[in-house]
Structure formats: structure tokens, C-alpha cells
């Protein structure tokens, strides 16, 4: 069993910042990858970023030079650094795990872009 726990949401003013963390519990042997995911009201669930276990990232066109990705081994636990953030950016926020063959979502953590 894997369990994520999404932190870190919640409503902040167009131009700022949050930082969503996500930490992995339960019995994990290995971790390819972590990353978040995002999905706003009437629209398909999207990439955001991604961490490899061998410290690569990845992010979605979107939100390139805006949001960095980082991660601490020693926690399990991945981050999600938000800068200069923007009314499309409200969505509900998904931490994913990749280990072991297969793919672990959390529960989410909404963030609300609003003046």
C-alpha cells in the first residue's frame, strides 16, 4: 500500500506564489518518478511537471520558467514550487508516484488563482 498526502493549497492573488509538497508513505521499494498533475473545472486532467529518480524534470509548456520541481529522498517527498501565478492555473493539484511497475495518486489539493 502507497499512500499521498498533497499540502500546501489554497487561494493566492495572481503574481504569487505557493509551494505544494507531497509526501509518500506505505511500502515503497523504489520510485521511478514523481510528479503532479492538475486538473481545472470542465477541463481533461493535464501534466504538469515530473522528477526522476535520477534527479531529471520535466515540465509542461505551460508553466516552464514559472514552477520547479524538487524532491527529498530521504522523505519520499516531492515539491512544487509555484511562481508568478495566474487565474488558469486554478485547478485541483494531483501528486502521482511511479514505482514498482505501477502509478499512485493522492486525493488532490485545490488552488484557488484569484484577485
Known amino acids: 500500500q502507497v499512500q499521498l498526502v498533497e499540502s500546501g493549497g489554497g487561494l493566492v492573488q495572481p503574481g504569487g506564489s505557493l509551494r505544494l509538497s507531497c509526501a509518500a508513505s506505505?511500502?515503497?521499494?523504489?520510485?521511478?518518478?514523481m510528479g503532479w498533475y492538475r486538473q481545472a473545472p470542465g477541463k481533461q486532467r493535464e501534466f504538469v511537471a515530473h522528477?526522476?529518480?535520477?534527479?531529471?524534470?520535466k515540465y509542461a509548456d505551460s508553466v516552464k520558467g514559472r514552477f520547479t520541481i524538487s524532491r527529498d529522498n530521504a522523505k519520499n517527498t516531492v515539491y512544487l514550487q509555484m511562481n508568478s501565478l495566474k487565474p488558469e492555473d486554478t485547478a485541483v493539484y494531483y501528486c502521482?508516484?511511479?514505482?514498482?511497475?505501477?502509478?499512485?495518486w493522492g486525493q488532490g489539493t485545490q488552488v484557488t488563482v484569484s484577485s
Open positions: 506505505g511500502s515503497i521499494f523504489s520510485i521511478t518518478a
Open positions: 502521482t508516484l511511479a514505482g514498482g511497475g505501477k502509478m499512485y
Open positions: 522528477i526522476t529518480s535520477g534527479g531529471s524534470t
